[in-house]
């Protein structure tokens, strides 16, 4: 079955690098996602990976993807103040649906 | 319009009654996607169409849901006889080619149910 799975809760200092992580069921899923949702904003795309990747970079965000572990990660460095948020892990078997995990509340604090 | 645009932003309704919330895509977007959100959880998959007809409704929870986009464009989700569980925020997002990669989410119609 479908499950994506995510710790609720990661509080970092700012400045100080966050790693969020995921892990998900379905060894299917040819993508795999990043979303941020900020209070009273819609979903906002940050970031995916193809499932034949390991690594993506982009500016201040790094993600890992362990498939034989079926583990994603999402790496924020020098986390900023707007960068808090709940972060959500997706994947997808093709480009019509996206399976979401709980979500992560990431709190920035000064 | 600029976004994804979604009314009304919240819907206030009455156990059993019927309420219908729209979802204005990004102007000449084909895809057009509804999510649910419940409190505390990520968001679910409703259904998806590819211009007018709806190529996957596998996520609608029962016959009590119902979506339409007659003209390939705007798109209405329709719940009869509401119950307190479909309180939820109701998600719209357009893609231009299909892709979910490249959608674009609204800020979404938060429903309750009283």
Redesign the interface.
Same mark, same amino acid.
């Given at each position: 079955g479908e499950d994506?799975e995510q710790s609720l809760f990661l509080s970092v200092r700012e400045g100080d690098s966050s790693v969020i992580n995921c892990t998900y069921t379905d060894s299917s899923s040819t #993508?795999l #996602?990043w979303y941020k949702q900020e209070p *009273?904003? %819609? $979903?906002? $795309?940050l970031t #995916?990976i193809f499932s034949n990747m390991d690594m993506k970079q982009d500016q201040r965000l790094t993600v890992l993807l362990n498939k034989k572990d079926k583990h994603l990660s999402l790496r924020i460095a020098d986390t900023q103040t707007g960068d808090s948020a709940i972060y /959500?892990c997706?994947e997808?078997m093709n480009?019509?649906?996206?399976? /979401? %995990?709980? *979500?992560t509340r990431l709190q920035v604090f000064p | 319009g600029a976004g994804v645009s979604q009314t009304p932003s919240n819907k206030v309704t009455e156990k059993g009654k019927y309420v219908e919330l729209r979802c204005d895509p990004i102007s000449g977007h084909t895809a057009l996607y509804w999510y649910r959100q419940s409190l505390g959880q990520g968001p679910e998959f409703l259904i998806y169409f590819q211009g007018t007809g709806a190529a996957d409704d596998s996520g609608l929870p029962n016959d009590r849901f119902f979506a339409v986009r007659p003209e390939g464009s705007v798109s209405t989700l329709k719940i009869q006889r509401t119950e307190r569980g479909d309180s939820a925020v109701y998600l719209c997002a357009s893609s231009s080619r299909g892709r979910v990669t490249e959608a674009f989410f609204g800020q979404g119609t938060r429903l309750t149910v009283v």
């Open positions: 994506v #993508y #996602y *009273g904003a %819609g $979903l906002q $795309l #995916y /959500f997706a997808s480009t019509d649906k996206l399976i /979401f %995990g709980t *979500g | -």
